[in-house]
């Protein structure tokens, strides 16, 4: 390879995880830019622009450019993965290769935007993998044997439910209810219960530390700060866990029969070998509790969570990377691998 550079990127709706080959993850901040509306300047981008979410005066916004794991504004993806991929190479002339992921339900046009907006940024070449493959790799996963591995990543626009075998997807289904319906879940229940309006942020809080898709043995609380819809005034509200299992009970269990009809879909070779193996789940979405309890009485399946589940599909990504060449045909998508081979 030489001096070629090549940089790993999972561009999720919550974070973005930048892994630079032999040196790991370099990167893991917000996707968050904040901007000047009156200059249309970028003030901040990642973990600085997340602090002024909800707390902006008139002329900054802190915007999320990705919403339900797709771009939803061009321009503002572009410029955000510019400031990433230059704070990942530094002062560099080498332009990278780059490869990026992408949930499985989405559409052309849809990857041709993140091949755009990445290229624009200053890649010297865009890839791109699907994210449960990169899941699976990264959680350990030997998928190059023909033998079924059900991979489910939970991320904060998606949730991707796989079957891959042979290196490819059998069976998938991307659904657009993940770690930020949850977030909205929450906000809607203590509305609706307590007449009180809380902000994402404190949610997202909830739902860390407290949040629960199976019942608990031992109650958990925790104090939040919030507006009372009545009286228009600030308030402290003591929020229970049995109240974030009725608050996250329509999400989770919309997972849950995702991955059953996932299932259902499955051929009975393969159906057998993750009857043997069992579920992996990645993604920092899997890490509410109980949501494993919840898929495992569903389907009757061992489900395991697998190590680091956050950063997973970025190591996927990196480790995909430092084999390109030996996966090119069974990991990058038709679109891509059409551009690896003119390369």
Avoid: W
């Avoid at 503002?76 to 990433?84: A, G, N, P, Q, R």
């Avoid at 052309?108 to 624009?120: G, I, M, P, Q, T």
């Amino acid at each position: 390879m030489g001096f070629r550079m090549d940089i790993g990127i999972d561009l999720g709706t919550a974070s973005i995880l930048v892994y630079i080959r032999d040196k790991g993850i370099v990167i893991n901040e917000p996707s968050v830019v904040a901007i000047d509306t009156t200059t249309d300047k970028i003030l901040e981008v990642g973990e600085e622009a997340r602090k002024m979410l909800g707390r902006t005066p008139g002329n900054i916004v802190a915007i999320r450019p990705l919403r339900d794991g797709v771009i939803s504004d061009f321009d503002i993806t572009e410029k955000m993965l510019k400031y990433f991929i230059k704070k990942a190479v530094g002062n560099s002339l080498i332009k990278p290769r780059v490869i990026i992921c992408v949930p499985s339900g989405v559409t052309e046009v849809e990857k041709r935007a993140v091949l755009e907006a990445s290229n624009n940024a200053g890649a010297k070449k865009t890839f791109l993998i699907e994210e449960p493959v990169a899941a699976a790799i990264g959680a350990g996963l030997d998928i190059t044997k023909p033998s079924g591995h059900m991979i489910i990543d939970m991320g904060g626009g998606t949730t991707d439910i796989a079957v891959i075998s042979l290196g490819g997807i059998v069976v998938s289904r991307s659904i657009k209810t993940a770690g930020d319906k949850c977030d909205d879940a929450i906000v809607r229940y203590v509305r609706k219960r307590y007449n009180v309006m809380i902000g994402l942020r404190s949610a997202e809080d909830l739902k860390i530390k407290i949040g629960t898709a199976f019942p608990v043995e031992e109650e958990q609380f925790m104090e939040v700060r919030g507006r009372n819809l009545v009286t228009g005034l600030p308030v402290n509200l003591t929020i229970s866990s049995s109240d974030m299992l009725e608050a996250l009970e329509e999400t989770t269990t919309a997972i849950a029969d995702a991955v059953h009809s996932v299932l259902e879909k499955t051929p009975p070779e393969l159906a057998a070998d993750i009857s043997e193996k069992g579920i992996v789940m990645t993604g920092g979405g899997c890490l509410i509790h109980g949501l494993d309890k919840l898929i495992e009485k569903r389907t009757g399946l061992n489900v395991t969570i697998s190590d680091d589940a956050v950063s997973c599909v970025a190591r996927g990504t990196g480790k995909s990377l430092e084999h390109m060449d030996a996966l090119k045909d069974s990991l990058l998508t038709e679109e891509i691998r059409t551009n690896y081979n003119r390369a």
